[in-house]
């Protein structure tokens, strides 16, 4: 019997409860080792595959789909896929899907987080105080910066960068945005558009949550940094790439901006070792969507759309729909 059944591949470990479901169905081999796979081990894995629930951490581009003739989808368990390559996902009729939606208010939630931790220190107090050096009450002891009243810039406003703005009224901010393209009023939702450069100058801080490509690569450097104000935080949430993390540290450490509040790096997990050092930088390790709830959430979608290709349905959230015209046609 099981010869016949669809194979499917999953790459780290995900609540074990959803994929012994899926065992039900499908031949399925898991990671439960959950370490991160090396190319040759994931082309291993993949190799006779029919569909792989794959994270963000793996690579999937054309010399692994050439390895994988049987497979028809692969489904990212995260909204972000700078991990695939579309062109050759659709090159080789393969389905790309993501997981759009379901965690816009947890990421939304923890870039908060990061921007009060940072603003008022929260990591460098925590630090000092489990240090024993909290001695005694004093007047001007690790002060912050306010967010109250104050204008905050949004670089991508998207689902996230909306879910984000939503919670400044809470704090009566003024909400600026920058995409590329300026959106229609109705998605602007009172949030005003600057350019990039005048969002950097003008905002007393700055959340950025634009996905990774050629085009955001280094979309903060030096240059953009030494546009912001001295007293502002910087928070990424978005993908370790779209800020350039020797020109930050460089930033913080010069103390030519206040904080900043850090999910995602550069070749992460190995960030830059200069980013431990500094007291005035707040560093999560890529954790902005997961909260038991959300994770939930994003397996069930990616379950979701890995099955409804596989059954030759159409799936929720395909990220190159070419595929599936080319298979109607
Ligand atoms: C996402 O969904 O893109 C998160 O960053 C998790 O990888």
Redesign the pocket.
Known sequence: MSETRLRVAVTRRIFPELIDALRARYDVRDNQDDLPLSADELARRLGDADGALV??GDRIDAPLLAACPRLKVVSNI???FNNIDLTACTEHGVAATN?PDV?NEATADHAWALLLAAARRLGEAERWLRAGRWKRWEFEALMGVELFGKTLGIVGLGRIGRAIARRAAGFSMRVLYHNRTRLAPELEGGAEYRTLDALLAEADHVIVVVPYSAATHHLIGARELALMKPTAVLVNIARGGVVDDAALIAALRAGRLFAAGLDVFENEPALDPGFLALENAVLSP?I??STRETRAAMAQLAIRNLEDVLAGRRPPALLNPEVWERRRA
């Open positions: 994270t963000g995260a909204v972000g997981t965690l890529h902005a969507s």
